[in-house]
């Protein structure tokens, strides 16, 4: 009688290299081809050997701030991963080795995706590591009936319109210049300009009142300020701290300006900025004490 066969485990191959060091995954560029429909919650993947990063931060979040990874099945704890929001980031580390079927769930103040990552036993490395998929929302509660107030005594004086006066109070946004941007030089390893275009907007204080759009792809980081009714033209833009030339680059032209740079921990930046009516400095910051970038990036502040 022949011996029965060994099972066959299910338990994924270990990996075989250990969990890559924050050095390690600052230096590795994000790889938007590792995961399917990433840009649904905005989470970016990148990869170091045959560890994988899932980071969700506030620069490119559609579904508003992060709150947390819950892990269905699959995907063991690492010293490096981020489970519960911190610093305004959540990433999910694991190795992607042969006999991973991992699932866990990405949950942001505006909804929740689950991420899901496998690999069959026996099969060749799949290209595409894992994919996101939009979890259903739950329906509102039936609202109760209205209850019948008494009515108002006839003296009463009406109440304030709170609406008309919330609709005041916002700020007016500067109309905006249609002139075309000054020419932009090309940067190896830079987001194109169609790419940036995709991008949802980061925090920069200040830059809306001055007509400035900011947004950040990995660790490059684009600003555009335009010329409008509020500032008028911008007639020059100095560096003045932190920015290194070789990796990025300021150019103005047709009363606008464009700046891309690398951003990321420990980066401490400053351009003076004038316009026509007014002129301001620019400041980006990234602490070394925080693990993913600040919820504000930086502030435009008048000088």
């Not at 069959?120 to 509102?140: H, N, R, T």
């Not at 555009?224 to 920015?243: H, I, M």
């Amino acid at each position: 009688m022949s011996a029965a066969p060994p099972p066959v485990s299910k338990e994924p191959a270990p990996p075989s290299s250990p969990e890559p060091t924050i050095k390690e995954w600052e230096a590795a560029k994000a790889d938007l081809k590792l995961v399917s429909h990433w840009d649904r919650p905005g989470c970016m993947p990148r990869r170091v050997r045959e560890w994988i990063r899932v980071g969700c931060s506030g620069q490119m979040l559609q579904k508003g701030d992060p709150i947390e990874i819950s892990v269905e099945k699959g995907f063991k704890p690492t010293p490096l991963s981020i489970t519960k929001e911190r610093a305004g980031t959540i990433w999910l580390v694991f190795p992607f080795t042969d006999g991973l079927d991992g699932s866990a769930v990405f949950s942001f103040s505006g909804g929740s995706f689950r991420f899901t990552a496998k690999w069959p036993k026996g099969e060749p490395e799949p290209k595409v590591v894992g994919s996101f998929e939009a979890l259903a929302e739950p329906e509102p509660a039936p609202e109760s009936p209205p209850e019948v107030a008494d009515p108002a005594p006839a003296e009463a004086t009406p109440p304030a319109e709170p609406a008309k006066a919330a609709e005041a109070a916002k700020p007016v946004k500067p109309t905006l210049t249609t002139d075309p941007l000054p020419e932009e030089p090309v940067l190896e390893g830079a987001p194109t300009r169609e790419q940036w275009d995709a991008l949802r907007e980061v925090g920069v204080r200040g830059s809306d009142a001055r007509g400035c759009q900011t947004k950040q792809s990995g660790d490059w980081f684009r600003v555009v300020c335009r010329a409008n009714d509020v500032t008028g033209k911008l007639t020059s833009a100095t560096a003045t701290k932190g920015f290194d030339e070789k990796q990025g680059y300021l150019v103005v032209g047709n009363g606008s300006m464009v700046l891309v740079t690398r951003y990321a921990r420990g980066s401490d930046l400053a351009f003076d900025l004038v316009w026509e009516k007014q002129s301001a400095r620019l400041e980006l910051k990234w602490p070394d004490s925080s693990a993913g970038p600040p919820a504000m990036r930086g502030e435009i502040v008048a000088k």
